[in-house]
């Protein structure tokens, strides 16, 4: 067993990103939890073999999926807590998700 | 968005202590199983040397307090411990994500459903085969097959990601194809094409399980299109076997930077085959703090960073992405812990380990399955 296998990224994904439908429910799968290390000062996902440091909008995103959110609900939630204009933010938040869900790291409902 | 994967980054000078990312916790050297690659050491801990619950419970808080995020309960067999879902509450309410690595071979349904009501995060289930038979010979446990069926199924019912471990070897990498495939109908999420590693009871039955020439490039080339065929259902981890690369692999991730093991009489390693080395001194969780051994233990700073090395490794511009290769295999190859990893091809020992891998592929042997200790007529009676 390595300990390097913690920290492997997965390829990077080359296809097209097909978007979330805006009505979709992103959750975290069992297994992939968020965490916040005091030591290194940054949240986490964590999943099988894989630790993920995740800048603060990430870390945002994340903690946003309460699987009752669906993707709109999500953009509307993280609109009220950074104010910052929806269209930006649900570019970001849908590109990271997508990502996200590539890698297993997010379910959809 | 940025989703960098290096924890580490303050690990570029010799002196700094980095934070480690997973621990393996080797719980118990108690195994029902008898496989003749088990890379535990030849003289095994017994149950009566084991630590106690409540000491594995404060090295999981010392665990997650210096940093770790992952910590592997692993063994021997973990679920020979009375005591493992104790464990596994002591390891998840220190805050880390727990791993259960297991034969499934005297797990209970019961103590499994009570590990998971206590939030265990995944199981890796190893295999030793892909039907009754050959699994069965390799593990030495008539049955074993047929539990770990049910224990897949126990794990993939609770809706926890189950990952499959099969350690690959000669007698049975010409079956991977069918292993891959076993994986899926298990609906395992990951992977793991292990290959044995000769350390501990496996060096013992290097010549019976090395794989020749021809399965090991057969096994790339049948990873790498069930790779893609299984894209977005079955991730395989697979890592050919390093002998023909020109560059050793990062072992560990370099020395002392990213994880540690713990055995089950509580003393500290820097990597699961360091006791190959007999230079090397290891302290115990019983007498010290885990974060005082990671910090200062002399195990631990003897091969961290770049100090330690020496030509070729010293003025090589690759000394930390590899940070060295692996220790282990240095001493047993060049016969010393501190020179270049022979697979190098900058390492003067590099000829010497591929003459020597080419004897042993070419050796027929029988396995000797897995026992307590020492195979041989050197064994006390």
């Known amino acids: 067993m390595s300990a390097a296998a913690a920290l492997k990224a997965t390829a990077p994904p080359e296809a097209p990103r097909p978007a979330i439908a805006a009505e979709a429910v992103p959750y975290l799968p069992r297994g992939v939890r968020l965490r916040h290390c005091d030591i290194r000062k ?64 997010v379910a959809l409902k | 968005m940025n989703e960098t994967t290096a924890i580490n980054p303050s690990a570029r000078t010799v002196e700094a202590v980095p934070i480690p990312v997973a621990m393996l916790a080797e719980l118990t050297h108690r195994c029902p199983l008898s496989c003749g690659y088990c890379s535990n050491p030849i003289e095994l801990t017994r149950r009566s040397g084991e630590l106690d619950t409540e000491t594995w419970i404060r090295v999981f808080r010392e665990a997650a307090s210096m940093g770790v995020l992952h910590v ?18 002591g390891a998840v309410e220190a805050g880390l994500y727990t791993n259960l690595i ?51 199924r126990w794990v993939t019912d609770e809706g926890l990601p189950l990952t499959v471990n ?7 990498l010409d079956r991977l194809e069918e292993t891959i495939q076993l994986a899926v109908d298990l609906g395992a999420r990951r992977l793991e094409v292990a290959n044995t590693q000769y350390h501990g009871w496996a060096s013992i039955n290097r010549a019976a399980l090395m794989p020749t020439e021809a399965q090991a490039r057969a096994a790339s080339r049948t990873v790498a299109e069930a790779r893609v065929r299984l894209k ?82 010293s003025g090589c511009e690759r000394r930390e992405i590899d940070w060295g290769g692996c220790r282990c295999q240095a001493m047993a190859y060049a016969g010393d812990a501190s020179a270049a990893d022979p697979v190098c091809e900058k390492s003067p020992a590099h000829g010497r380990l591929k003459e020597a891998i080419a004897v042993v592929q070419a050796t027929e042997a029988e396995i000797v399955p897995r026992r307590m200790s020492k195979p041989t007529a050197a064994r006390p009676a």
């Open chain 1, 42 to 105: 940054s949240w986490f996902l964590l999943a099988p073999e894989r630790a993920m440091k995740l800048d603060p909008v990430g870390a945002h995103v994340l903690q946003a999926l309460d699987g009752q959110r669906s993707l709109d609900g999500v953009v509307d939630h993280l609109v009220a807590q950074f104010q910052a204009p929806r269209a930006q933010i649900a570019t970001d938040a849908t590109a990271f998700l997508v990502q996200m869900h590539e890698r297993g790291m």
């Open chain 2, 232 to 313: 977005g259902r079955l991730v395989i981890d697979y890592v050919p076997p390093d002998h023909h690369a020109r560059f050793p692999k990062p072992c560990m991730g370099g020395w002392a930077r990213m994880g540690l093991c713990i055995k089950p009489e509580g003393k500290v390693l820097p990597c699961h085959a360091a006791e190959s080395i007999p230079t090397l001194d290891f302290e115990s969780v019983a007498d010290r703090s885990l974060i005082e051994i990671w910090k200062t233990g002399s195990a631990f700073t003897a091969y961290r960073g770049t100090h330690w090395m020496p030509e070729p490794c």
């Open chain 2, 72 to 89: 592997h309960l692993s063994g021997g067999e973990p679920a020979a411990r009375k005591d493992l879902p104790a464990l596994v509450s």
């Open chain 2, 166 to 172: 099969a350690v690959m070897h000669r007698l049975n």
């Open chain 2, 102 to 152: 297991t034969s499934g071979v005297g797990l209970t349904e019961a103590a499994f459903s009570d590990c998971v009501a206590r939030g265990l995060d995944h199981v890796q289930l190893s295999v030793q085969g892909v039907d009754a038979e050959s699994a069965d010979r390799i593990g030495g446990y008539r049955g074993g097959f047929e539990t770990k069926m049910r224990v897949a």
